[in-house]
T-cell receptor
């Protein structure tokens, strides 16, 4: 069966520090991968999605970047965090046979 | 891009009541899903329903793709149904991009 791993679950980082969040999928090949962000009490905003290794589509210009170094690995990064980067970050996957499935998310607080 | 609006934004029910949540979208879609976000933030798949009607226990969903809306029905609500309900759509002009609706926050009172 397919599983998605996302870590860490919570993270507190100072303003100006770098960020790296990792997401991996097991049990499927060539998934579409997604990063979403949810501000407190708000909906989910699509940040990046990828349909293959090295293929990244950015939806919102911001302080973040994404990379897909392996088929089932998706990484969200920032060189210098801003206060406005705080939020709940969710990784997800889908394929032509399977709809969208989410990881458990990372709660990021930038102080 | 596609716009996805949900109504009502907030809903408070007594345990045992029924409710209907609506999702309107502005473009034709390839896929549509309903999710429940529990108090811990987990997003639980409820239905994958680009068209037609599906039922799963006390929950059912209907999507009328030609009229660009979907409905989620919750019958005999329980306190564990509380949380936020989202629909997410993949438009025909935005393949692979799943855009989320604004959400309906449901609170079920004992």
């Amino acid at each position: 069966s397919q599983t998605i791993h996302q870590w860490p679950a919570t993270l507190v980082q100072p303003v100006g520090s770098p960020l790296s969040l990792e997401c991996t999928v097991e049990g499927t090949s060539n998934p579409n991968l997604y990063w979403y962000r949810q501000a407190a009490g708000r909906g989910l905003q699509l940040l990046f999605y990828s349909v293959g290794i090295g293929q990244i589509s950015s939806e919102v210009p911001q302080n973040l970047s994404a990379s897909r170094p392996q088929d089932r690995q998706f990484i969200l990064s920032s060189k210098k965090l801003l206060l406005s980067d705080s939020g709940f970050y969710l990784c997800a996957w889908s394929t032509t046979a399977w709809p969208l499935h989410f990881g458990n998310g990372t709660r990021l607080t930038v102080t | 891009g596609i716009q996805v609006e949900q109504s009502p934004p907030d809903l408070i029910l007594q345990e045992g009541a029924n409710s209907t949540l609506r999702c309107n979208f502005s473009d034709s879609v390839n896929n549509l899903q309903w999710f429940h976000q529990n108090p811990w933030g987990q997003l639980i798949n409820l239905f994958y329903i680009p068209s037609g009607t599906k039922q799963n226990g006390r929950l059912s969903a209907t999507t009328v793709a030609t009229e660009r809306y979907s409905l989620l029905y919750i019958s005999s609500s329980q306190t564990t149904d509380s949380g936020v309900y989202f629909c997410a759509v993949e438009s025909v002009t935005g393949t692979y991009k799943y855009i989320f609706g604004t959400g309906t926050r449901l609170k079920v009172l004992a």
